[in-house]
């Protein structure tokens, strides 16, 4: 039997990336609308991980194991299910065993950006168990052009950069750059924005890919709604950047963008997430927004401290989950 030459260096290699929240600007991240008008988002990566392991398999009665929410053992990359896994091995032309395991904080498809994670964290383990070092532009990149063709080019670059980024960042978006910037903030308004937020798992999982494409093929009738979103994302990191954050200001500028985000598809909400909203609104949320491509995942809301309590009792339904932001991408936790 031939050898098969290695390409790795190194044994086995554990990376930790971070989930997000997008605050704004989200749709115009689109490489169909910032190549035309340049784009801008603003968003933080947060204390919840997906962690990808990559290992040298040496098991002799099999060539290619993988584990995330399912389990796949096989020798023929072409017959590998898990997309992203897929297309990852054939763009790094893996021809030898290897062991691939994933875990995430939080559940998948919740509007967290976690496909992007795991992806970031696929690519950036295969380039350190190789032994190579690359830039986080690159990392970012090559996980956009693996997941953009797999989406039918109907995918934004946001959650690719701000996984491999990390921190509270505006990026923006031209059509030959991607300029990714760290926002400039008080570390005590940071802690107080931190303090006065709320975010609620709804208990809905969706594809986002629906939406997303819609959301394509919708791009004309949008167009005056994405240009308004940038204004939204624009004042929105101004108001970070004040010597003293104004909770209501912030929140009213989310309740924008989740009102004109609804426009863009008409499965972006339900009478189920509307009733999620309007309880936590007339509570005395100041706003919030859905994350992610809508239809479920999760809910943020800028709302004082004080009524939180009260808040989290009254939206029963849904799951609380404390987080803090974070302030670093995708690293190694261990290598061999």
């Known amino acids: 039997m031939k050898k098969l030459k290695t390409i790795f260096k190194n044994n086995i290699v554990t990376t930790k990336t971070p989930l997000r929240i997008s605050f704004a600007g989200g749709g115009t991240d689109m490489p169909y609308f910032y190549s035309k008008f340049n784009g801008i988002t603003v968003s933080t990566s947060i204390d919840k991980f997906v962690y990808v392991t990559v290992k040298k398999h040496n098991n002799f009665k099999e060539k290619f194991r993988l584990n995330y929410s399912d389990t796949e053992i096989l020798d023929n990359i072409n017959k590998i299910k898990n ?53 986080l532009n690159t990392i970012a ?29 505006k990026i923006l978006y031209k059509s030959n750059i991607i300029d990714v910037a760290k926002i400039t ?20 999982s969706r594809l986002s890919n629906k939406n997303l494409d819609s959301q394509k093929k919708n791009f004309k009738k949008n167009l005056d709604n994405l240009k308004y979103l940038k204004l939204i994302a624009n004042k929105f990191n101004n108001e970070l950047k004040l010597k003293k954050l104004n909770l209501k200001k912030l929140g009213s500028l989310l309740d924008e963008n989740w009102q004109i985000k609804q426009k863009f598809t008409k499965n972006i909400s339900s009478n189920y997430l509307n009733t999620i909203y309007k309880n936590a609104i007339s509570n005395g949320c100041y706003g919030g927004k859905l994350l992610g491509a809508g239809g479920g995942g999760f809910f943020i809301f800028i709302c004082k401290k004080k009524l939180h309590k009260k808040i989290i009792d009254k939206i029963h339904n849904c799951r609380h989950v404390n987080f803090k932001f974070y302030n670093q991408g995708t690293k190694k936790c261990y290598l061999d």
């Open 83 to 135: 997309l992203r896994i897929r297309e990852t091995l054939k763009y790094f032309r893996v021809n030898e065993p290897i062991y691939i395991s994933t875990i995430s904080d939080l559940p998948y498809n919740t509007g967290l950006g976690s496909s992007s994670a795991f992806l970031v964290g696929l690519i950036n383990a295969i380039f350190l168990i190789k032994g190579e070092k690359k830039s």
């Open 185 to 204: 903030i008080m570390k005590k308004n940071l802690d107080f924005l931190n303090k006065n937020m709320l975010f609620f798992w709804t208990g809905k």
């Open 141 to 169: 990149e090559i996980a956009f052009k693996i997941e953009n063709m797999i989406t039918n080019n109907s995918l934004g670059k946001q959650d690719h950069y701000i996984a491999a980024y990390g921190d509270l960042r």
